[in-house]
């Protein structure tokens, strides 16, 4: 397969030289942690004029979702197009190459098609996920916090820890610093800023050396990322008076296991162990959330303005997306780790050369992260590995009112148990499953017609009978497809 897939490769190539034709670059800006609070998606209180911008220049996804809401499975769902029941990750530790050594993801699939392949900053989880498939990957740079006290700090508690026996999780959690940090520094001292000037660089380099080369870049900001660290110029963009305190209530008759225990944030200085956190901890939160977007925002206008400057636009294909959602105190909770919408929806913009009737649109169709593989592939003129399994959103580039799929699929494993959620139009229906067993233990039915956050589980309901079993249908039948998947690879 691989070899007929080479083979295939070669000769789009050599077709593409033979007719002169220049394939078009692409570019991609991953952002941690990223919910679709941004002023084009409608979020006034936040300032994104960077993002903003791009989106007016190519689509807008409204209702765009991530297949697992945590890093590791979801940046390597969307770089393989593959759904997490079938490359068999889903947690933080596996690295993709550990379990799919062969798997054809988009690094590969551009450095075979003799792109210059280019990571900054956080792309994968993992650090040596695809390390030989990257003709540029330099070390992440910048500093997690700007007090050089508070990272010897850091330092000094996670060398305890080792000494301890800890594992890497109870390393990682007692040597963590405060939530969050106003940096009176420039914005090349934290990550994102020198991220930032990495990728700048990379592109001057491009068009001085490589020009003729298309060039496939993938560019990770780490913010708005725990630690809510930011120069102050971004805290100063807001007032604690902006932001409000959610109702800490959880949605009515949902089960416990839909929830988790947000430890993500709790392991941070600063954040009590236990019980909820003071109104006046949430304010600072959200407003160190706020900060965090702000910045990465800019981070992604120095690199839109240098591809500007070298006149690339017009020959890229530019996307942006957040890994996964968010919650900033909605139902008492924070962080991801979840199946709700907050968690599973993500801002997903496209801007692509020869969509300009679409610049500016939005569209309303549900799409998945598995979708970029197959769409980039479409869009840059490539064959498709037949192992890919989402769909090319080409046809909601050339008309936002398309739509592709009636659901859109995630899920969220808790030990044994996995919770299976789709997304409709207006609903969100969940069941977990003990996966040993083969049974169904608990179901989640979520009306979004009004709101993204839900307040009631209606699985229970007796006029949902009909709704839940119609879709309990559609995902046992998901479900048998995956497991069919996963032995055929197996079997290999």
């Known amino acids: 397969m691989i070899r007929k897939f080479r083979g295939i490769l070669s000769i789009g190539v050599l077709l593409c030289g033979l007719l002169g034709a220049k394939e078009k670059n692409v570019l991609i800006f991953f952002i941690d942690d990223l919910r679709p609070d941004l002023g084009c998606y409608g979020e006034k209180g936040v300032k994104s004029p960077h993002i903003d911008a791009l989106a007016s220049e190519g689509v807008l996804f409204e209702r765009a979702y991530c297949q697992q809401a945590i890093c590791a499975p979801s940046r390597i769902s969307m770089l393989s197009g593959l759904y997490p029941d079938t490359s068999g990750i889903d947690d933080l530790w596996t690295p993709l190459r550990k379990a ?11 450095k075979e098609r003799g792109y ?37 700090s850091m330092e000094r508690r996670k060398k305890a820890a080792r000494k301890k026996g800890l594992s890497r999780l109870e390393i990682s959690a007692a040597s963590k610093g405060p939530a969050v940090e106003v940096g009176e520094v420039d914005d090349e001292v934290y990550q994102d800023g020198a991220v930032a ?26 913010k708005p990322h725990l630690p809510f660290a930011a120069p102050k110029r971004y805290w100063d963009l807001y007032e604690p008076s902006d932001f409000s305190v959610p ?30 956190l003071s109104d006046e901890l949430t304010r600072e939160l959200q407003h160190g959330y706020a900060a965090c977007v702000s ?26 997306w957040g890994d996964h959602g968010y919650k900033l105190g909605e139902y008492g909770l ?13 801002p997903f913009l496209v801007a692509a050369p020869g969509f300009e009737k679409s610049q500016g649109r939005r569209t309303r169709a549900l799409v998945e992260m598995v979708d970029v593989f197959p769409t980039l592939a479409k869009l840059t003129g490539g064959a498709l590995p037949a192992a890919c399994e989402g769909m090319s959103l080409e046809p909601i580039l050339a008309d936002p009112e398309k739509k592709l799929r009636d659901f859109a699929l995630s899920r969220y494993p808790r030990g044994s148990r996995v919770g299976y959620s789709m997304r409709t139009e207006r609903w969100r229906y969940t ?13 989640e039915l979520y009306d979004h017609g009004e709101s993204q956050v839900a307040l009631r589980n209606l699985a229970k309901d007796e006029v949902q009978r009909e709704r839940v079993a119609q879709f309990s249908r559609q995902l046992s039948s998901l479900k048998r497809v995956a497991e069919s998947q996963i032995k055929t690879k197996n079997k290999k």
Not at 130 to 147: F, H, I, N, V
Not at 252 to 264: L, R, Y
Request: charged residues 30%; aromatic residues 10%; hydrophobic residues 40%.
């Open 100 to 110: 799919l050594p062969e798997v054809i993801s988009l690094p590969r699939y551009f």
């Open 295 to 320: 910045y990465a925002d800019a981070q992604v206008g120095r690199v839109l303005a240098e591809l500007d400057q070298l006149g690339l636009r017009d020959e890229t294909i530019i996307l942006l």
């Open 247 to 276: 109702p800490r209530v959880l949605p009515e008759g949902a089960p416990k296991i839909a929830f988790t225990n947000w430890n993500e944030l709790r392991s941070y200085q600063g954040v009590p162990a236990k019980g909820p």
């Open 197 to 222: 000037v990495q990728a700048i660089e990379s592109l001057r380099r491009h068009q001085k050396q490589d020009a003729k080369k298309p060039f496939f870049m993938c560019v990770g900001f780490a």
């Open 116 to 152: 210059v392949t280019a990571s900054f900053g956080k792309v994968y989880h993992h650090r040596r996920d695809d390390k030989e498939y990257w003709t540029e990957y330099p070390p992440r740079p910048g500093k997690l916090y700007a007090s050089e006290e508070v990272l010897v």
């Open 334 to 346: 924070w962080c991801k780790h979840t199946n709700l919408e907050l968690d599973t929806r993500v």
């Open 431 to 443: 069941e977990w499953v003990d996966v040993k067993a083969q049974k169904i233990v608990s179901r």
